[in-house]
């Protein structure tokens, strides 16, 4: 979307929002206390606006659920509560749930929404125009393009990369850090990825650096690796400390022998009390296209599949905030030389107005210069083997 009153585009949405909020006393009640209710917790405390739960349980109701009261649907009613009411449940649950919020009056998209769309589209905007915070889904920082594999379907291109190439300094990846955490109050995910991130020699002083200072603004702190390397024991010391989440990309379809290193590797990080997750075993990758594909450079086409695309992956690199870490990873990786443009520059933007609208899409061009080289959202149409090799 191309930027047409910058720093006012989400004002109407967010003036009724305000309003309609301020109506039900700022509160936000999570219908369901199970585990997808506790993950969503944090980000209303955050705010200070969390009222508490519904819950059908009566056991629940009875107890609580870690110090939060729980409430069933007829005491909101009965003790004359007001608020927003986010359904957090698991999606075979949601329609029977939504059922039981219209039979009591409720609106849909006025008095209750499902976890994904709050999420996704009042949170955001709630958080800039309530309470002057604004908040990301996800942001990287790339601490290098080496990687220990060479995929020939790399995402960020780095089969490109030679072993030699040279990483970000510990400088520069402390001045991302701080770049981005003083324009931003709270990301749902802040995660350290490569290339190999565990090939990054300073590995240990990013984490400790970023663990220490902004831990309390992330409500996760991940680091994604290929599984190819052990941790060295003062990484595992530090993720444990800073409550880093271990995310395994989990190539053994492809690379049988990494089998067993996964297995030590789980190994270590539970004797460490580190929490780690591994992606599908038959899990495939998409053909983004970026060395086929070639739209011409239409400018009406490259807004649309930009639009459309909606990726959460954004990168911070010193005082650049790019909007698609893949466009700026492949972009450098494959030589294609685009995109010099595409990014917000944090150093000159405060208004979290403005920084709360680049994170919904808008910019002065209105799409990536890379889209024109990518499949964006249709990418889905075009499985690949994971991490087949060179």
């Not at 400790?208 to 060295?232: L, V």
Request: net charge negative; hydrophobic share 35%.
């Amino acid at each position: 979307m191309k930027w047409s009153d910058k720093g006012h585009e989400l004002d109407k949405y967010g003036e009724e929002l305000v309003h309609d909020f301020q109506k039900k006393e700022e509160n936000i009640l999570i219908f369901g206390a199970g585990l997808l209710g506790e993950e969503y917790r944090p980000f209303f405390e955050k705010l200070g606006c969390f009222a508490g739960y519904i819950d059908n349980d009566k056991g629940k109701q009875e107890s609580g659920v870690n110090g939060a009261q729980v409430i069933s649907l007829e005491d909101y009613f009965d003790e004359g509560k007001t608020g927003i009411i986010m359904i957090a449940a698991d999606e075979k649950n949601i329609p029977a749930m939504e059922s039981q919020l219209r039979k009591a009056g409720l609106k849909e998209q006025k008095d209750f929404y499902t976890y994904r769309e709050f999420m996704k589209t009042v949170y955001p905007v709630l958080s800039v125009y309530v309470y002057n915070q604004f908040y990301v889904e996800q942001a990287q920082i790339c601490l290098t393009e080496r990687c220990s594999l060479k995929c020939k379907a790399c995402a960020h291109g780095c089969y490109a990369v030679d072993a030699g190439s040279q990483d970000m300094s510990l400088e520069m990846a402390k001045e991302s850090a701080d770049c981005f955490f003083e324009r931003v109050d709270l990301v749902k995910e802040f995660v350290l990825i490569g290339g190999e991130p565990l090939l990054y020699r300073e590995l240990d002083k990013i984490i400790a650096y970023i663990g220490e200072k902004y831990r309390e603004k992330m409500i996760c702190f991940s680091i994604t690796t290929n599984g190819t390397i052990m941790p060295e024991q003062k990484i595992l010391e530090l993720c444990k400390k800073y409550r880093v989440l271990i995310r395994i990309s989990n190539y053994s379809a492809e690379l049988k022998y990494l089998e067993k290193k996964y297995e030590k590797l789980k190994e270590e990080l539970r004797r460490h009390e580190i929490t780690y997750r591994m992606s599908d075993r038959d899990s495939h990758w998409m053909d983004y296209g970026f060395e086929t594909l070639d739209r011409g450079g239409k400018e009406e086409e490259l807004i649309q599949v930009f639009d459309r695309c909606g990726t959460t992956c954004r990168e911070i690199r010193g005082n650049r905030y790019y909007y698609c870490v893949m466009a700026r990873s492949v972009s450098d990786n494959l030589g294609f030389g685009l995109g010099e443009d595409d990014y917000l520059d944090f150093k000159e933007v405060k208004d979290k107005k403005v920084l709360l609208e680049y994170e919904k899409g808008y910019s002065d061009k209105g799409y990536l210069d890379m889209c024109n080289h990518c499949n964006g959202a249709d990418a889905v149409q075009y499985p690949i083997p994971v991490a087949e090799q060179l």
